[in-house]
């Protein structure tokens, strides 16, 4: 152990400890700004230096190691100083319209700021470094950006795309896209994991909610809602609960108050892709059919396997989206049942995830001419929306969504995390194989926030060998593994980011990020409680899809479920 002293206190530490992590033994929280943890540690932006006696200068907390002996100093005068002039430049580069900035109130800097008592600004510096890119559901702000590399990191590292870089040098230094196109040109999968890491606004999705708050207000339309599993156990956060805690109840009250004509729910289309995906799973076992079959359910994951591992399109299923599913129920066996002119239906998704928008435009998701989605929000949108209705969320009664597009079992609700779909469908496939209905249906083997989990299940006296990875990093890995022949399954999970959709690059953003871990295994936590308070706890047992299919589809694969609820790739 490195004995040291910070601010006057001892602390003992194992070598290679840096001081930020010391003096966090200690409670002392030194400020930093590039500094992600295991992500992104350049030591660049030097809010967090700090004075060590005996050593000249100031040293970056974050990147020096601990010696034996030493006397650390975290906010003497000369480092207060130092901090807020390094904030000083870093503002005067930075647009400051805080006030219409949708991270304003949950901007790093902006709190780093206040506590180090910055007022004014004396300096000059340059807030025109390029356009505002809004060729796509990511849109960046080069001008809020205040080059501290997270966005880079997390886009290359984590999720293994690299869409975004820094390019050039000195003051005229810029994080953009290769030959500073649009990001949509790119091989950017929308998944907006930038957008949650960036500590300021420099990155946001595309603001959809006009075009909500419009469709609400034409009596000409017939507007419908889904919110997607993992919504409910995040949307809280906006309105001061804990993550993880079930808002459902209060979500659906809300939404009816903003004046939907219903109000569903993706969990309902989760258990239809269930059957769907189910189906062609033992399809394929049983005749030989492609394998490892992978799931198609998370849109950044897709359009990473079409710009990346093309030889591995056959191996996806040809189900559509739960959200996309709901859209093309949403506009032929609802008005039906409803007696709506499937033309005046509008269908508003609100999703956790930001690749959503993008799934949602993609040309393939129509049938006959009609969209399946008309306008996709995320949860922060969402209640962005409840906030200026003037909603006061914590306070609302719990309701119940509507029939006959809102039921769901267990099953469609852990769809929003790592883990969850493959779950859900083992549910089934073992059920359908064996005959039976089985108890046992916790399969705590594919559940966790490993990035990549193998499993073998028993069912029907098979042996099916079942993987599951989340973030599109951890996906590289198990699918260059296959590629490489060391390793194969029969079924393969594959969610863009990290965690699942509870941590989908549309949900609240995590102010702390120290927290990170915490809030995504509370938001599990949380998905796991409701599917234990289910009733029906399997896909195929939801009393709803029995007779959407009784009624209207007829069988699972069958040509009316083809022409609804599957679709095709690009290679
Ligand atoms: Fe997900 Fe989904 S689970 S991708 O994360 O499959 O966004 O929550 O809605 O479509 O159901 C997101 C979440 C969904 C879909 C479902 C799937
Ligand atoms: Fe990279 Fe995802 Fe951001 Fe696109 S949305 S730039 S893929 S992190």
């Known amino acids: 152990?490195?004995?040291?002293?910070?601010?006057?206190?001892?602390?003992?530490?194992?070598?290679?400890?840096?001081?930020?992590?010391?003096?966090k033994q200690l409670n002392i929280d030194i400020p930093t700004l590039c500094f992600m943890k295991g992500i992104n540690e350049p030591g660049s932006c030097r809010v967090c230096v700090v004075e060590v006696e005996g050593w000249r200068g100031l040293h970056p907390a974050c990147v020096t190691k601990v010696s034996e002996g030493i006397v650390v100093k975290t906010a003497t005068s000369t480092v207060r100083e130092a901090r807020k002039n390094i904030l000083e430049l870093i503002m005067a580069n930075h647009n400051r319209e805080c006030l219409s900035c949708p991270r304003n109130l949950k901007c790093e800097l902006q709190t780093l700021c206040n506590d180090n008592g910055i007022d004014t600004i004396?300096?000059?510096?340059?807030?025109?470094?390029?356009?505002?890119?809004?060729s796509g559901p990511i849109v960046r702000d080069p001008n809020k950006c205040v080059l501290c590399g997270r966005c880079v990191s997390v886009c290359s590292k984590i999720q293994d795309v690299s869409a975004i870089d820094f390019a050039f040098r000195g003051a005229h230094m810029t994080v953009t896209t290769a030959y500073e196109e649009g990001l949509v040109g790119q091989d950017c999968i929308n998944c907006g994991?930038?957008?949650?890491?960036?500590?300021?606004?420099?990155?946001?999705?595309?603001?959809?909610?006009?075009?909500?708050?419009?469709?609400?207000?034409?009596?000409?339309?017939?507007?419908?809602?889904?919110?997607?599993?993992?919504?409910?156990?995040?949307?809280?956060?906006?309105?001061?609960?804990?993550?993880?805690?079930n808002v459902e109840g209060k979500m659906v009250t809300a939404l009816r108050r903003l004046g939907f004509n219903k109000v569903f729910d993706t969990n309902f289309s989760a258990d239809l892709t269930i059957i769907e995906e189910g189906n062609e799973l033992i399809e394929r076992i049983q005749n030989g059919g492609k394998l490892p079959m992978i799931t198609s359910c998370s849109?950044?994951?897709?359009?990473?396997?079409?710009?990346?591992?093309?030889?591995?399109?056959?191996?996806?299923?040809?189900?559509?989206?739960?959200?996309?599913?709901?859209?093309?129920?949403?506009?032929?066996?609802?008005?039906?049942?409803?007696?709506v002119d499937p033309k005046s239906m509008f269908v508003v998704s609100v999703m956790p995830c930001t690749a959503k928008k993008y799934e949602a435009d993609r040309e393939e998701m129509s049938v006959d001419g009609l969209k399946d989605i008309d306008a996709?929000?995320?949860?922060?949108?969402?209640?962005?929306m409840i906030r200026q209705a003037g909603i006061k969320f914590a306070e609302l009664e719990d309701s119940k969504q509507d029939s006959i597009l809102g039921t769901y079992s267990g099953a469609g609700t852990i769809f929003g995390n790592t883990g969850g779909v493959m779950e859900a469908a083992l549910r089934t496939v073992a059920d359908k194989l064996t005959g039976k209905s089985l108890d046992c249906i916790d399969y705590t083997a594919v559940r966790g926030l490993e990035g990549i989990r193998e499993a073998t299940v028993n069912i029907a006296d098979m042996e099916i060998k079942v993987a599951v990875a989340n973030g599109t990093g951890n996906a590289s890995k198990l699918l260059d593994k296959i590629r490489a022949g060391e390793a194969n399954y029969h079924f393969i999970e594959v969610m863009g980011c990290e965690g699942g959709c509870i941590n989908g690059g549309g949900q609240p953003i995590i102010k702390d990020k120290s927290t990170t871990e915490a809030v995504k295994t509370a938001r599990i936590?949380?998905?796991?409680?409701?599917?234990?308070?289910?009733?029906?706890?399997?896909s195929h047992e939801n009393p709803e899809i029995q007779k959407l299919y009784s009624e209207y589809l007829g069988e699972a694969?069958?040509?009316?479920?083809?022409?609804?609820?599957?679709?095709?790739?690009?290679?």
């Open 525 to 538: 936590k949380g998905l796991y409680n409701i599917d234990a308070s289910c009733e029906k706890r399997k």
């Open 122 to 134: 004396p300096y000059e510096g340059k807030v025109d470094k390029g356009c505002l890119d809004t």
């Open 376 to 384: 996709v929000i995320t949860t922060r949108e969402l209640a962005k």
């Open 1 to 23: 152990m490195i004995n040291l002293k910070i601010d006057g206190f001892d602390v003992s530490v194992p070598k290679n400890t840096t001081i930020l992590e010391a003096a």
């Open 299 to 339: 849109p950044g994951w897709i359009k990473f396997c079409e710009h990346n591992y093309h030889d591995f399109i056959e191996n996806l299923s040809s189900c559509k989206s739960p959200q996309q599913m709901f859209g093309a129920i949403a506009k032929s066996y609802y008005p039906v049942k409803a007696d």
């Open 557 to 571: 694969g069958g040509h009316k479920a083809h022409k609804l609820l599957h679709t095709h790739y690009t290679a």
């Open 193 to 245: 994991q930038c957008i949650k890491i960036c500590p300021v606004g420099a990155l946001q999705e595309r603001d959809d909610t006009d075009k909500v708050w419009k469709a609400l207000e034409n009596p000409e339309l017939h507007v419908v809602v889904q919110t997607a599993p993992a919504v409910r156990v995040a949307l809280g956060e906006e309105f001061g609960f804990a993550p993880g805690t």
